[in-house]
Nanobody, 115 residues
Framework: QVQLVESGGGLVQPGGSLRLSCAASGIWLGDYQMAWHRQVPGNQREVVAL???????NYVESVKGRFTMTRDSAKSTVTLRMTSLKPEDTAVYYC?????????WGQGTQVTVSS
């Protein structure tokens, strides 16, 4: 059974930093494009960051220069390092794996940026 489990969310002040982790089981991450998505109540889930199997990362414009996505297939983990956090970054963050035979979602972790 495939599982993606996010962790590291919480409450942080504007301008603060946070690191999210996604631990995968049941799949070899090297075979998957990985992504972080986020969703706020009343809105659709949006892609925040993508990283290919070859390690090329891309980011939505609103987080460029502030977020960094990494992958470590040997450790079955994906991270999202977030800095200079803004209230607009508040959302549930989801880990996503996309492979040639299908994709999987994690359960999400809440990030709240507030004073």
């Amino acid at each position: 059974q495939v599982q993606l489990v996010e962790s590291g969310g919480g409450l942080v002040q504007p301008g603060g930093s946070l690191r999210l982790s996604c631990a995968a089981s049941g799949i070899w991450l090297g075979d998957y494009q990985m992504a972080w998505h986020r969703q706020v109540p009343g809105n659709q889930r949006e892609v925040v960051a993508l990283i290919t199997s070859s390690g090329d990362a891309n980011y939505v414009e609103s987080v460029k220069g502030r977020f960094t996505m990494t992958r470590d297939s040997a450790k079955s983990t994906v991270t999202l390092r977030m800095t200079s956090l803004k209230p607009e970054d508040t959302a549930v963050y989801y880990c996503r794996a996309d492979g040639r035979r299908g994709g999987y979602w994690g359960q999400g972790t809440q990030v709240t940026v507030s004073s």
